[in-house]
């Protein structure tokens, strides 16, 4: 899978990583800790950590979060690099510090090891680092215990297995389709806008994703429900963004042709292609919109 992917850029547009680590602690100092701490049952909706090997998780946790809708609202910006399986134990180490383990007999917090954090660090550092973002500074691997009983370890090299059970899914507005021009007219008709636009900001809300294009996106084609106000102040919305992975947004510099439907006061993506000057299947979609009679 290609590292410039989509998943990796709405992570990097959006949340960006210092974001997601907010409150983080510094190792070593362990006053959260001196606090009487409460073992909470993992929620099924911090979708990061759901479903792993253990049920309980620890508050305050590793990344100084005291409140699960904290680390509910933190943990939701790293779901799109675990998806990017950059290192099969992205997860674990990640889930280490926002749901750590939680143990009654045990009064310290169970850390991930060092080698662990090397080893992913190595792995997914080069996908942050494309986009200009470096490896968090409080998330230097030095702060880490080195490998003990007492300390999360990595996978050997004969039991990694896939940080997820199944490849996500592509979200149903990113896969590619084929379209003639009668197709492509046909599409147009079905939607409410088409936008040509480029990323300004994506954002990830109650697991929708939320777009925000820049000011110079233009309107190709509008019908009447929807007005020049809502595009002067457009939000775009990706049904279910975190649920799936949209491959076709793969380039921060890169424009983006998207229809779309109004539903409900918000303005929803239905297809997403990127915009490439003089390729002929865009040569086409100019052609159709300027002949368009829906």
């Known amino acids: 899978m290609d590292l410039q992917a989509s998943v990796a850029l709405f992570l990097l547009l959006t949340l960006p990583y210092t974001q997601g680590l907010h409150g983080l602690y510094s190792f070593g100092q362990h006053d959260l800790f001196y606090k009487k ?14 479903d792993i090997e253990y049920t309980e998780m620890r508050l305050p946790n ?8 904290e680390v509910l609202q933190q943990a939701s910006s790293w779901i799109p690099l675990v998806q990017k399986q950059c290192h099969p134990d992205t997860r674990k180490f990640l889930c280490s510090l926002f749901a750590p383990v939680c143990l009654d007999d045990l009064d310290e917090p169970i850390q991930p090891c060092r080698s662990l954090c090397e080893s992913v660090r190595n792995g997914c550092a ?34 990694a297995v896939p940080v997820t059970k199944a490849v996500p899914r592509v979200c ?19 939607n409410d806008f088409a ?15 939320k777009i ?6 233009r309107t190709i084609y ?29 380039d921060i510099n890169a424009a983006y042709l998207v229809m779309g439907q109004k539903m409900d006061g918000d303005l929803v993506i239905t297809s997403l292609k990127r915009w490439q000057k003089g390729q002929r299947e865009f040569k086409r979609i100019s052609r159709s919109i300027r002949k368009l009679q829906c």
């Open 37 to 50: 701490n409460h073992c909470k049952p993992i929620p099924t909706n911090l979708l990061l950590c759901h």
């Open 62 to 69: 590793l990344l100084g979060h005291e409140t699960m809708n």
């Open 126 to 159: 080069p996908i942050m680092s494309a986009f200009g973002f470096p490896w968090p500074k409080m998330l230097q691997c030095e702060h880490f215990p080195l490998d003990n009983d007492l300390c999360i370890p990595q996978a050997s090299a004969g039991t």
């Open 172 to 190: 149903d507005a990113c896969k590619e389709t084929d379209e003639n021009d009668n197709e492509i007219i046909d599409n147009l008709c079905k």
């Open 195 to 209: 936008l040509k636009i480029k990323v300004k900001e994506i954002a990830y809300i109650n697991g929708d994703t």
């Open 212 to 217: 925000v294009p820049e000011t110079k996106s």
């Open 222 to 250: 509008k019908l009447n429900g929807v007005t020049e106000r809502d595009l002067r102040r457009t939000v775009l919305w990706l049904r279910d963004g975190l649920q799936c992975i949209c491959e076709e947004m793969n």
